[in-house]
C-alpha cells in the first residue's frame, strides 16, 4: 500500500511541502496517484449510516469558505469559493489538510468541482453573482501536472451558477443558481479546446422547490437555490444541491438529461450556515455535505439505506415553485403580473447583497 493511502498518516510538523506542492496532480504524486490507483475505504466509511452524522470537522484557517468537495476513497478534495489562484486542498478522513495543489491559473470565481474517471480534477470556475461575465471556465488539472483552461459562453446570456455535474462519459453540465428555483443545465455544444471559446447548449431544466427544510443564510429561498452537484463513482446516481436539501435522481450510463426529467429524491440537509459542497461517498450510496464558515462540518448523509436495493428510495414531495416565465402566461392581469415582477427584482437585489460577497 502506498504512504498516502495510510488511514494513521499525518504529515510530520514543519515537513518542507515545496516540492509537493507543485506536482500534486504529477503521475506518480500524492493526488495523482490516489486518484487513478484508488485508497481503500475504512470500516466506517463503508457503512451506510440511517441518519445524517458529522464525519468531520474542518477547522483550517485556508478552508473558510468551502464550496467543492469530491470524495476520493476516504479522503476528500476540497477548493474555497472564488480566490485569485487555483487551491487545491487533499484532506484526510479527519478533515486534516494533509497537501495542497497550486496551479498558475487566475480564475474568476471557482464554485465547484469533479474528478474524472482518468484522475483529472475539473473546477468550475462559473461563478457570477452580478450576471455579467461574458464567458466562464472548466479548468482541468490532469494527474501528469499539466492544467488546461476551457472557456464557455450561454446561448441565452449570463448566468450564476455553483454546480458541475460530470458525467460518466466525461461531458460536463453545468446548472445555474436561479432566484426563482427554476435552474437551466448547460453542455458544451461542441468539444472543448483550450484557447478558444465553445458555446453552450441547454438540453434540461430543473425546478428546485420550497421544502421547509432549516438553514441557509438568505432564509426560505435559499430552499430554491442550487449550489452544488455530483455524480456518484459508481454512475447510479446524480444529485443537486440547496442551502437545505439535496435532490438525487437515478442515472442510467450518461443520460444526464434524461436523468433529470424524472422525479427526484428529496434528501433534507444539515442545517448550515451556507451549505454549498456534495458530493457522493465511494460508496455511490450516502451524500458528503459541506459549506462555508469555520468550523465547518462534513457531514455523511445517507441517500440508500444499508438494507435497500440498488436503486433510491421513493420521491418525496414539495411545494413547487413556479419559473418566472410561468408568472406572466398564468392568466394574471398585466398589473398584477408587474407587481409580481418587481417584487421578484426586490427580492434578487436583496439576496445579491446577502450572498454576494465579490465585487
Not at 481503500?40 to 474542518?58: N, V
Request: hydrophobic share 45%.
Amino acid at each position: 500500500m502506498q504512504w498516502f493511502c495510510h488511514a494513521g498518516y499525518v504529515p510530520e510538523a514543519g515537513r518542507p511541502r515545496s516540492g509537493v506542492r507543485g506536482r500534486l496532480l504529477a503521475t506518480g504524486g500524492v493526488l495523482g496517484a490516489a486518484l487513478v490507483l484508488g485508497c481503500p475505504l475504512s470500516a466506517a466509511a463503508e457503512e451506510a449510516e440511517a441518519a445524517p452524522t458529522a464525519q468531520c470537522q474542518i477547522t483550517d484557517a485556508r478552508l473558510p469558505e468551502v464550496s467543492g468537495l469530491v470524495a476520493v476513497g476516504d479522503r476528500m478534495l476540497a477548493i474555497n469559493d472564488g480566490g485569485d489562484k487555483v487551491v487545491v486542498y487533499l484532506l484526510d478522513a479527519r478533515c486534516r489538510v494533509i497537501d495542497v495543489h497550486t496551479a498558475a491559473v487566475d480564475p474568476y470565481d471557482p464554485e465547484d468541482m469533479a474528478v474524472a474517471a482518468d484522475g483529472t480534477v475539473w473546477l468550475a470556475d462559473t461563478g457570477d453573482n452580478n450576471t455579467d461575465r461574458p464567458t466562464v471556465a472548466l479548468i482541468a488539472l490532469h494527474p501528469d501536472g499539466t492544467t488546461a483552461l476551457y472557456r464557455l459562453t450561454y446561448p441565452d446570456g449570463p448566468h450564476d451558477a455553483e454546480a458541475l455535474l460530470l458525467a460518466p462519459d466525461g461531458t460536463p453540465y453545468v446548472v445555474t443558481k436561479e432566484i426563482l428555483g427554476a435552474s437551466g443545465v448547460y453542455r458544451p455544444a461542441a468539444a472543448l479546446a483550450a484557447g478558444a471559446t465553445v458555446a453552450l447548449r441547454k438540453v434540461a431544466a430543473v425546478n428546485m422547490t420550497f421544502t421547509g427544510t432549516p438553514g441557509g443564510p438568505v432564509g426560505k429561498v435559499g430552499q430554491l437555490l442550487v449550489t452544488g452537484g455530483a455524480v456518484a463513482p459508481d454512475g447510479s446516481r446524480l444529485a443537486l444541491r440547496t442551502y437545505t436539501d439535496a435532490y438525487v435522481w437515478a442515472l442510467t450510463g450518461s443520460d444526464v438529461a434524461g436523468a433529470l426529467a424524472a422525479k427526484p429524491v428529496l434528501v433534507p440537509l444539515p442545517a448550515a450556515p451556507q451549505g454549498e459542497a456534495i458530493s457522493f461517498a465511494a460508496d455511490s450510496r450516502t451524500l458528503l455535505v459541506a459549506g462555508e464558515g469555520l468550523p465547518g462540518d462534513v457531514s455523511r448523509v445517507p441517500v440508500v439505506p444499508a438494507a435497500a436495493g440498488g436503486g433510491p428510495p421513493a420521491p418525496a414531495t414539495a411545494t413547487p415553485v413556479p419559473a418566472f416565465t410561468d408568472l406572466t402566461s398564468s392568466g394574471l392581469s398585466p398589473i398584477t403580473s408587474a407587481l409580481i415582477a418587481a417584487a421578484v427584482a426586490t427580492l434578487a437585489v436583496w439576496i445579491g447583497g446577502k450572498v454576494s460577497r465579490r465585487p
